[in-house]
């Protein structure tokens, strides 16, 4: 089946520093790969939707200048938490979609952010 | 309202038990439903998908799907300990996924 990967795995920083977090479609080409976060004991939470060479499309409530997310090519997106803060603490995941199958929407295995 | 709404459990149920999962939606233009399984600090994973109303089985899995009570369902028969995780049933409609909050299943052996 198809594997999305991500990279690092788990990231510890300093408040006020910006944190990159790659997101790759390892084994096909994903026209669109989405950015979600994660609270503890809650629900995956949409922050934006990105498609490739387009600017993203970001869900209400999330600052775009904060979440800066560049999807360069098929394989590949990255979200960069800029000036990040403890309360950007959470788990993000990311996803990818070969635009093959609507339901096909392969997720990685997310990105665990701690701000200190 | 949420789009998609879903008790965040936990469930607790012996090994070998029928495991009833279950949501709601609000949108009657959703078309597609599925289910994800996502244990302790992974990604989810995809379990089942149906589209419209109807049942689906894959092996002790049935999703099932009421588009006149905007309800679907995830039942588990047999449960086994490595059933243990938190599922999370979605709705999908223009490019977009719409998540329930999840529910914590614990299969006690």
């Known amino acids: 089946g198809a594997v999305v990967s991500q990279h690092p795995s788990w990231v510890i920083c300093k408040s006020g520093t910006s944190v990159k977090i790659e997101c790759r479609s390892l084994d096909f080409q994903a026209t669109t790969m989405f950015w979600y976060r994660q609270f503890p004991k809650q629900s995956l939470m949409l922050m934006a939707t990105?498609?490739?060479?387009?600017?993203?499309?970001?869900e209400q409530g999330v600052e775009k200048d904060k979440f800066l997310i560049n999807h360069a090519s098929l394989t590949l997106s990255t979200l960069t938490v800029t000036s990040a803060h403890p309360e950007d603490s959470s788990f993000y995941i990311c996803?990818?979609?070969?635009?093959?199958?609507?339901?096909?929407?392969?997720f990685g295995p997310g990105t665990r952010l701690t701000v200190l | 309202q949420k789009e998609v709404e879903q008790d965040p459990g936990p469930l607790s149920v012996p090994e070998g038990a029928i495991v009833s999962l279950n949501c709601t939606y609000s949108?009657?233009?959703?078309?597609?439903f599925m289910w994800y399984r996502q244990y302790s600090r992974k990604g989810p994973e995809l379990l089942m998908y149906?589209?419209?109303?109807g049942n689906k089985e894959d092996g002790r899995f049935t999703a099932q799907v009421d588009k006149s009570s905007k309800y679907i369902s995830l039942f588990i028969r047999d449960s086994q300990p490595s059933d243990s995780a938190t599922y999370l049933c979605?709705?999908?409609?223009?490019?977009?996924?719409?998540f329930g909050s999840g529910t914590k299943l614990n299969v006690k052996p």
């Open positions: 149906t589209y419209s109303s």
């Open positions: 996803s990818a979609n070969s635009g093959s199958s609507y339901n096909e929407q392969f």
């Open positions: 979605a709705a999908y409609n223009f490019n977009k996924f719409y």
């Open positions: 990105s498609n490739e060479g387009s600017k993203a499309t970001y």
């Open positions: 949108n009657s233009a959703f078309q597609y």
